[in-house]
């Protein structure tokens, strides 16, 4: 199993970015994929995620600004990022877990795979 990020780097507030991440080794349209985010001291905290129903989810604090797809002929989700702000810095990640997990989308515990991440950093 594989999840490889990529689209992070530096960007000024208010700017877009798009992370995108490349999936193998699983049956990818089965399972419900997400986005997470770390800062340094922090837990790992929910971005967004996308259910193999394509029902999407976002907190509060990203709704409106960012949208989550995926691509299940290519193997791939996407989370395009608008107006950026400071807080949305840190390390992204993908992940993936069986629907059979079952709990909420945000709780990273229940993600079986994980990618390497890629650094997003909002600043002027």
């Known amino acids: 199993v594989q999840l490889v990020e990529s689209g992070g780097g530096l960007v000024q507030p208010g700017g877009s970015l798009r992370l995108s991440c490349a999936a193998s080794?699983?049956?990818?349209?089965?399972?419900?994929m997400g986005w997470f985010r770390q800062v340094p001291g922090k837990e790992r905290e929910g971005v967004a995620a996308?259910?193999?129903?394509?029902?999407?989810y976002y907190t509060d604090f990203d709704k409106g600004r960012f949208a989550v797809s995926r691509d299940n002929a290519k193997n791939s989700l996407s989370l395009q990022m608008d107006s950026l702000k400071t807080e949305d810095s840190g390390m992204y990640y993908c992940a993936a877990r069986r629907p059979a997990n079952g709990g909420p989308w945000s709780l990273w515990t229940r993600y079986d795979y994980w990618g390497q991440g890629t650094q997003v950093t909002v600043s002027r």
């Open positions: 080794g699983f049956t990818f349209s089965s399972y419900c």
């Open positions: 996308l259910g193999n129903d394509d029902r999407t």
